[in-house]
């Protein structure tokens, strides 16, 4: 792995970029194809006037990357954050088509993003944020060309505004625009959970393999959102012991195991997991270098770095959240011999239930969320099974693997379609 100064060690394209060309000279990748792979093929800035409950106009940037289309529509979620940037976007969307190639999955990869703070802004602000954003995509949206869906900031509602925006456009309505929407309006059953729910599979899956047991193994998860609570909720459901929970403003512990459940509750019932008098409050960033069997990273990227590497203790990582251990960090993992389970793989649950949202849109005929659940458990498992063998069988780590075997698929698929000129 090329040495790296520290901002470039945190900045998500460049980490992308680095693992990239790393998988691509391991596969001996054709130069040309490697040049079309690298870079997204388009990138779309724009800037959207809102009008805000005060009376005033204020201007948001927001981004949509199409990194590439060759293996079916552009897919990837739309996020709400200060922090959104077009490098963050860029790997985001690079990453969305390793994670589709991974999970074999008919799409290409995507992502979206709008700078700003949806904490401190109105549903009727962010309503009309949604909606203008996607009147100006309009052209690059659709069921067969891009197919948001919700990443951090954004949910469900987000999702129905932006088909009902697109559908007034089109005069119909066109539910498979989007996904992550609500069941009534064409979700999927069991959409909600999949990341959370492909998350526990994968847990599962490399517990068998390193012989491991579920009994007395202790989960710590950083971030309770939609990934990192069901992730907690799933697992604890199958009998492991989540013993912290870390959040922006505050963390859990307690070593006999947190009541998911009642957490839940008092998550809903105050909007913070602190306070919580079951567990310990501890420090936030500590939390993530105490001893357990797996921790799940399900918050943002950056978190595992040369500056916390070295103390992590756990014995299988599992990467809920999307670039959350940077490369050098992934050196140091390796010589701790940490098992770890990529991003591209260990959450694309999400993405694997979005198809089938996309497939039951198409087809008018929804399915029960058994069917869901078991065509995902399917797709996870067999997935983390490609993966695993491809590293033992080419002598890389479960990173570069999963990296090596998505570029193979989207590589063949782009040389089969050829280069339009
Ligand atoms: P979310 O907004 O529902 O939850 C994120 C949670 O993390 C929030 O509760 C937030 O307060 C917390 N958080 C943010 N920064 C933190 C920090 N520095 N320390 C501790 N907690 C922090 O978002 P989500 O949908 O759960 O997504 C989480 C991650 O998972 C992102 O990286 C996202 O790209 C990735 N992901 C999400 C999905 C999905 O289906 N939602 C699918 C694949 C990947």
Redesign the pocket.
């Known amino acids: 792995m090329q040495t790296l100064t520290l901002e470039q060690e945190t900045n998500p394209w460049e980490a992308q970029a680095a693992r990239f060309d790393f998988a691509a000279k391991k596969l001996n990748l054709d130069q040309g194809i490697w040049k079309v792979l690298r870079y997204p093929a388009r990138e779309l800035i724009v800037h959207i006037p809102v009008g805000m409950d005060d009376g005033s106009i204020e201007v948001f940037t927001g981004y949509r990357v199409q990194h590439s289309v060759a293996r079916g529509p552009a897919k990837g979620?739309i996020?709400y954050s200060p922090d959104v940037s077009l490098d963050e976007v860029r790997a985001?969307a690079s990453w969305m088509t390793w994670k589709c190639a991974v999970v074999n999955i008919p799409f290409g990869g995507a992502k979206g993003g709008v700078i700003c703070d949806p904490k401190k802004m109105s549903q009727g602000e962010l309503e009309r944020m949604t909606r203008r954003y996607t009147a100006e995509l309009i052209e690059f949206l659709g069921p067969e060309k891009d197919v948001p869906?919700?990443?951090?900031?954004t949910?469900e509602q987000t999702m129905a505004w932006i088909m009902d925006t697109y559908s007034m456009h089109m005069r119909q309505t066109v539910t498979a625009v989007v996904t992550?929407k609500p069941v009534n309006i064409g979700g999927s059953r069991g959409r909600k959970e999949?990341?959370g729910r492909g998350v526990s599979v994968v847990c599962d899956e490399a517990m068998k393999h390193l012989g491991m047991s579920i009994d007395g193994c202790r989960v710590i998860i950083?971030?309770?959102?939609?990934?990192?609570?069901n992730s907690a909720k799933l697992l604890a459901q199958k009998g492991y012991t989540v013993t912290g929970i870390?959040?922006?403003?505050g963390a859990l512990y307690n070593a006999d195991g947190i009541d998911i459940h009642a957490l839940i509750q008092h998550r809903q019932k105050t909007g913070t997991i602190t306070g919580f008098t079951e567990a310990e409050a501890v420090d936030?960033h500590e939390l993530l270098t105490y001893n357990c069997e797996i921790l799940i990273p399900?918050?943002?990227?950056n978190?595992i770095t040369s500056k916390n590497a070295d103390r992590i203790r756990c014995k299988i990582l599992c990467e809920?959240?999307?670039?959350?251990t940077t490369t050098v960090a992934d050196d140091i993992l390796a010589d701790k011999r940490v098992f770890i389970i990529p991003?591209i793989l260990a959450?694309?649950?999400?993405?694997t239930t979005s198809y089938f949202e996309w497939v039951q849109d198409r087809m008018g005929y929804f399915w029960t969320e058994d069917e869901v659940n078991q065509r995902l458990d399917n797709i996870m498992k067999e997935s983390f099974c490609d993966v695993v063998n491809y590293a033992r069988n080419h002598n890389v780590n479960n990173r570069i693997a999963a990296y090596m075997l998505a570029i193979d698929r989207v590589a063949y698929t782009t040389k089969q379609r050829g280069i339009y000129a």
Not at 149 to 153: F, I, R, Y
Not at 222 to 229: A, E, H, I, R
Request: charged content about 20%; cysteine-free.
């Open positions: 979620g996020r985001l869906a919700p990443d951090m900031g949910d992550g999949a990341t950083q971030g309770f959102g939609n990934v990192g609570s870390a959040e922006y403003d936030k399900a918050a943002t990227e978190v809920g959240a999307n670039g959350p991003d959450n694309a649950g999400g993405v």
